[in-house]
């Protein structure tokens, strides 16, 4: 009778999620402005994040992890063929 048969393991899809922050400036153009009603200009702030999210894809940001958490995954199934499951209870080399 082979080890592995000796215990029992539940196989369990985990995904880990890596947070990381960037500071861009974003610099103050009619096309993230807008006029108030009250004839102010104010920031457009759906366009000032969508031009923030867009500056932010520049190769030279520096992007620094702020967080790193894992959780189990919302959707759990088999193994796929392509993939493996670590086992924990044996070492590497057996």
């Not at 923030?52 to 190769?59: E, L, V, W, Y």
């Not at 796929?80 to 924990?88: C, G, Y």
Request: charged content about 30%.
């Amino acid at each position: 009778m082979s080890k592995k048969s000796d215990t029992v393991s539940i196989a369990l899809r985990i995904r880990r999620v890596t947070y990381e922050d960037a500071y861009v400036a974003v610099p103050v153009t009619d096309a993230i402005t807008k006029q108030n009603e009250d004839g102010s200009v104010g920031i457009d702030i759906e366009t000032f994040f969508a031009e923030a999210i867009r500056i932010s894809k520049d190769p030279r940001v520096e992007w620094q992890i702020e967080t790193c958490e894992t959780e189990p995954h919302p959707t759990q199934g088999p193994t796929p063929d392509d993939r493996e499951s670590f086992d924990a209870f044996y070492p590497a080399n057996s």
